[in-house]
């Protein structure tokens, strides 16, 4: 039997949350205030599930998708009206066991996971220049702003699994992508898949910026 442990989670429709990766939230239920009050007291971490539309009961339950990511709370600010902005900083990729508590927020019976191994140096050093290059030229209009996401990607340049997460949790929008991103323990495989995506991002912007060129009304 796999060691588990129970952690809170928020479960959203459209969001899956990468290890490496820095989300913004917005916290206003009060399940959920309650949930961030009890972790900043705590160890500062809950996990954050997509949906499982394909599983949802007509008595309007949330479960979860198979994998989700146990994130800490890396900056929150309270507001007047005792909502809270934070980010969520991914850490980890776990299988969800079972949804364990529902009152007063919902929390998971997870198990860690562990990365296959991959010692395919050639493929891995050709992906990471690859992720590194297309990263750079996506990101190339925001100027300085965009020096500390390839900052932390050049940084991670040694650790293919994880820079592909982080390069895959900030620049790939499609969720589908993302959950399968998640749900994939190979590094060699996540790296690959992120650097065709990244390819992908940019022949699009390529081809929108031809056909439609800065200027034109």
Avoid at 52 to 81: L, M, N
Wanted: aromatic letters at 4%; one cysteine or more; charged letters at 25%.
């Amino acid at each position: 039997m796999p060691i588990t442990v129970v952690v809170p989670v928020m479960t959203l429709g459209n969001c899956v949350l990468l290890p490496q990766q820095l989300l913004p939230l917005r916290i206003f239920e009060p399940r959920y205030r309650q949930m961030l009050k009890d972790a900043l007291a705590g160890n500062r971490m809950f996990a954050l599930s997509q949906l499982d539309e394909s599983k949802q009961g007509p008595d309007e339950e949330e479960p979860p998708c198979p994998f989700t990511c146990v994130g800490r709370i890396a900056g929150h600010i309270e507001c007047e009206d005792g909502t809270s902005h934070l980010i969520l900083e991914g850490m980890r990729r776990a299988k969800v066991i079972k949804v364990q508590r529902k009152t007063p927020y919902p929390c998971l019976e997870i198990a860690p996971v562990a990365e296959e191994s991959w010692e395919d140096s050639v493929n891995a050093m050709r992906e990471i220049a690859r992720v590194l290059a297309y990263s750079e030229k996506l990101v190339a209009d925001f100027g300085n702003e965009a020096e500390p996401l390839i900052n932390r990607l050049r940084g991670l340049s040694n650790q293919p699994g994880a820079l592909a997460d982080a390069a895959a949790g900030h620049l790939i929008p499609e969720t589908e992508i993302r959950r399968t991103l998640l749900e994939c323990l190979s590094p060699g495989k996540r790296l690959k898949m992120v650097a065709d995506q990244l390819s992908r991002m940019d022949a699009e912007r390529t081809i929108s910026e031809r056909d439609f060129p800065s200027g034109l009304n």
